[in-house]
């Protein structure tokens, strides 16, 4: 008989607490997760799980310092891990199937969160009538290599929660997102989306069809800001993805990324775009404004190619 898929271990503390307020669900592959889990067991307020998923080929080594790391937690804990890579979207769906609270707080693996992040959690999802509630993030103080990135969050993800309202569902990130479980299972990730890139973007237009999506001021920071040549890595991927979005919520095509990607296609320049931006995004003479145009040049004639 062939091995299984996922193995599960679950901590002492798990069977004693049948009815958690608040399943914490943190995906990762190859990133640690073990601080941003020890915050969690040292600010948990009660009624709170939480629950790992290793998205395989597992690295031996880290998923032994996760499995110790759970098994010494007093809060209830449990680690999923798969023998094979799921994607991002699977192993989120993976982790809302084994959650047991009403609300659902995803987290990315390399998040930092205040002491008083869980609680604030807790009172807003007894306190909202939406379905889902984003709470934004803040970029870490970046590094000489990664301040490109940290500008480009600036510019195109860092906003209040008044601001991020203005926006709509278009400014929903799945870093630090709360969902109600039964809203969840009506409208789970889009395991179509391969790869990385979107497929956040598509759970919560997706989701605002059906439930109302809002936003509130309970940021998480971002430990995980890349160099250019990281990003553009990432970006490299997302052009399938970013087809399949378009392909399901047409309307997403009013967006100036957007626009941008259809112009570079409409002039076929996608390669030159790339080179171009590539290019511009890696000069570092150049003032930060203009790399960070580079970067969005670049995934512009990514997109484009893929349209």
Sequence with gaps: MSAPITQIQTNAAWDSCNTPRLSVLIPFYRDAPIDLLEAIAVTCPDGVEAI?????????????DVSEAIAGLTIPAQLITSRINRGRSAA?????????APWLLFLDADMEISPEFLTRWITFTQTTRAGALFGGFEPSEPRRCTRVHAALAEQSDVHSAREREALGAVAICSSNLAVR???FSQTPFDEGFEGWGWEDVDWALSASAHIEVSHVDNPARHDGLETVDGLLAKFS???PNFARLLSRH??????????LAS???????????????????RFAALPITIRVLGLKLYRAGVAAEAL
């Design 52 to 64: 790992l998923f290793d998205d395989g080929v597992p690295d031996v080594t880290l998923n032994a």
């Design 92 to 100: 989120r769906n993976r982790l809302a199937s084994a959650a047991r």
């Design 181 to 183: 479980a039964d809203a």
């Design 237 to 239: 991927q997302s052009g």
């Design 250 to 259: 047409p309307d997403y095509a009013q967006r100036p990324g957007a626009k």
């Design 263 to 281: 112009i570079v296609k409409a002039w076929r320049v996608a390669p030159l775009a790339r080179m171009t931006g590539a290019f511009a995004a």
